[in-house]
C-alpha cells in the first residue's frame, strides 16, 4: 500500500514553455503533498507544501508565480513549470503522507525535467 | 536546516551487515527517527522509523540510544541492491520532512 504515482516520468521542453508534472496516491487519500526538487549529485530540496483546497506553502527562494501548485482532491496534486529555462532543469519528486501524525512520508519515483 | 548528522560515505562487502549511524544530539522529545534511502535516479523509498524503542521490519532494524541523540540503522545481510543514498531525518508530526546530504552506501561483491 501506500503508492505515490508520478507523471510524466521524464519530459523535454523549450525554453519558455511550461510543464505540468502530476502526483497521485493511488491507493490513500493525502490531504498534503509535498514537492522537492533535487540538482545533480545534491540531496533533495523541499520546494513547497501542497493543502488540499488551499493555497501551496511556498519554502524561501522558490517564486510561486513560476511553480504553480495545485492540489484539487485528495489523490492529486499537480505542479506546473511556467515559462521554463534550462536552470529549472532538474529531478522533481513528489510525496504524500498517509493520514496520522507521524506517519512516514511516502515518494513517487520523480519527474527528469530537461529544458533545451 | 537538516538537524542531523551522517558519514558521508560507507562500504559493505555483499552478505554482511551494513550498520549506518546517524547523530541526532538536539532531537526533542516528540522527534520521530525517520530513515529513507534513494537509489540512483529514484524517489526516495521509506525503510523504518521509531521515536525511542528499537524498531524492526522486513527491510531494516533501527536502534535508538536511551539518551535518543543518535541511531543506527542496520541491514542485516546487504545486497548489490542495497547501494543507495541513505538519509536519516528527525521530524515531529506534521513537520516537513527535511534532507541533509546523507550517507553513499556502496555494497560490494
Known amino acids: 500500500g501506500a503508492v505515490v504515482s508520478q507523471h510524466p516520468s521524464w519530459v523535454i521542453c523549450k525554453s519558455g514553455t511550461s510543464v505540468k508534472i502530476e502526483c497521485r496516491s493511488l491507493d490513500f487519500q493525502a490531504t498534503t503533498m509535498f514537492w522537492y526538487r533535487q540538482f545533480p549529485k545534491q540531496s533533495l530540496m523541499l520546494m513547497a507544501t501542497s493543502n488540499e483546497g488551499s493555497k501551496a506553502t511556498y519554502e524561501q527562494g522558490v517564486e510561486k508565480d513560476k511553480f504553480l501548485i495545485n492540489h484539487a482532491s485528495l489523490t492529486l496534486s499537480t505542479l506546473t513549470v511556467t515559462s521554463a529555462h534550462p536552470e529549472d532543469s532538474s529531478f522533481y519528486i513528489c510525496?504524500?503522507?498517509?493520514?496520522?501524525?507521524?506517519?512516514?512520508?511516502?515518494f513517487g519515483n520523480g519527474t527528469r525535467l530537461t529544458v533545451t | 536546516d537538516a538537524k542531523t548528522t551522517q558519514p558521508t560515505s560507507m562500504d559493505c562487502a555483499e552478505g554482511r551487515a551494513a550498520n549506518l549511524p546517524c547523530n541526532h544530539s538536539t532531537i526533542s522529545g516528540n522527534e520521530y527517527v525517520y530513515w529513507y534511502r534513494q537509489i540512483h535516479s529514484q524517489g526516495p523509498q521509506y525503510i523504518i522509523h521509531?521515536?525511542?524503542n528499537n524498531e524492526t521490519n522486513e527491510m531494516a532494524s533501527l536502534i535508538i540510544t536511551e539518551d535518543r541523540k543518535s541511531s543506527t540503522l542496520i541491514l542485516p545481510h546487504a545486497t548489490l541492491r542495497d547501494t543507495a543514498v541513505y538519509y536519516c531525518?528527525?521530524?515531529?508530526?506534521?513537520?516537513?520532512?527535511?534532507f541533509g546530504t546523507g550517507t553513499r552506501l556502496l555494497v560490494s561483491p
Open positions: 521509531g521515536l525511542k
Open positions: 510525496s504524500a503522507r498517509v493520514q496520522g501524525d507521524n506517519s512516514p512520508l511516502h
Open positions: 531525518i528527525v521530524r515531529e508530526g506534521f513537520q516537513k520532512l527535511v
